[in-house]
């Protein structure tokens, strides 16, 4: 079965603790995304990237790191630098960046305590 | 810059009535035009699509038609299921900044 998976859905952390959240595609697709969600809210754009070993800043990168060092992994890291950890993220892969469909994982939720 | 704007939820309807959920855009060029469902506690799944004017993208029972003159793309159905409650988020992709944008998202609460 091809998709994204997401673990895990459910996370909890202590305030000023760093915290990965795994994302993998076994979609073969170029892109990859990561949004956050917050009630009510549409989604944000955190970090994209492109092509393995390149990605860059979305709308509200701060206090969040990535990494692509391969194709079908871009883990999110949630540094102690976010100001408002608490949210719903989701993963989204494309063929290529951005002038095709998103296909998105079922998500992680964070809390932060 | 680019922008999505859906009508506010949220929207509560009775099985078998007619559903509209409008959806408006701003943007440069000729977008590609998304509806996506978010089921509770999940991931956004991709409902339907179009990607030139007088498209109509249609999926599940669902349909919306890419209009230009309007900058529209109101999602429609014409008789819900309960089975339908979740939130559906309209998006666009290209113009001058050739991203991803999301409405704010609407809840549809379909009740038996």
């Known amino acids: 079965d091809g998709g994204i998976t997401q673990s895990p859905k459910y996370l909890f952390r202590k305030e000023g603790q760093n915290v990965t959240l795994s994302c993998e595609q076994n979609?073969?697709?170029?892109?990859m995304y990561w949004y956050r969600q917050d009630p009510g809210q549409g989604l944000r754009l955190i970090y994209y990237s492109q092509i393995v070993n390149d990605f860059q800043k979305g709308d509200i990168a701060e206090g969040y790191s990535v990494s692509r060092e391969k194709k079908e992994s871009f883990p999110l890291t949630v540094t102690s630098a976010q100001k408002n950890p608490t949210a719903f993220y989701l993963c989204?892969?494309?063929?290529?960046?951005?002038?095709?469909?998103?296909?998105f994982g079922p998500g992680t939720r964070l809390t932060v305590l | 810059g680019n922008s999505v704007t859906q009508m506010e939820g949220p929207v509560t309807l009775s099985e078998e009535a007619f559903l509209t959920i409008n959806c408006t855009y701003t943007?440069?060029?000729?977008?590609?035009l998304f509806w996506y469902v978010q089921y509770p506690g999940e991931g956004l799944q991709l409902l339907l699509k179009?990607?030139?004017?007088?498209d109509k993208g249609s999926n599940k029972g669902f349909e919306a038609t890419y209009r230009k003159e309007t900058t529209s793309f109101h999602l429609e159905k014409g008789s819900v299921q309960v089975s339908d409650s979740a939130v559906y988020f309209c998006?666009?992709?290209?113009?001058?900044?050739?991203?991803?944008?999301f409405g704010t998202g609407t809840l549809l609460a379909v009740q038996p």
């Open positions: 998006a666009l992709v290209g113009g001058a900044t050739n991203k991803l944008i």
């Open positions: 989204a892969s494309s063929i290529q960046a951005d002038t095709d469909t998103q296909y």
């Open positions: 979609l073969n697709h170029d892109a």
């Open positions: 179009a990607t030139k004017a007088d």
């Open positions: 943007a440069t060029g000729y977008p590609s």
